[in-house]
């Protein structure tokens, strides 16, 4: 019943994940995860959208 719903809906999640957004595995040194972390929910941000707005503002300003 409701199990295979689940698993079906996560499936079509994954699906439209893996089609419309690219994955990239980043290693910082350690303890540098919960500064992000802390730094991202002080700003009301996920963790992602924080790295996702740093790097866009970083290549905004390189660009200059």
Do not use: W
Not at 9 to 22: E, I, L, W
Not at 47 to 53: D, L, T
């Amino acid at each position: 019943g409701s199990e295979m719903c689940i698993r079906d809906r996560q499936k079509a999640v994954n699906k439209y994940v893996k089609n419309n957004y690219d994955r990239i595995n980043v290693t910082f040194p350690k303890g540098q995860k919960e500064l992000i972390k802390a730094h991202a929910q002080k700003h009301n941000e996920s963790v992602n959208a924080f790295i996702i707005r740093s790097v866009n503002e970083t290549m905004e300003r390189d660009a200059e």
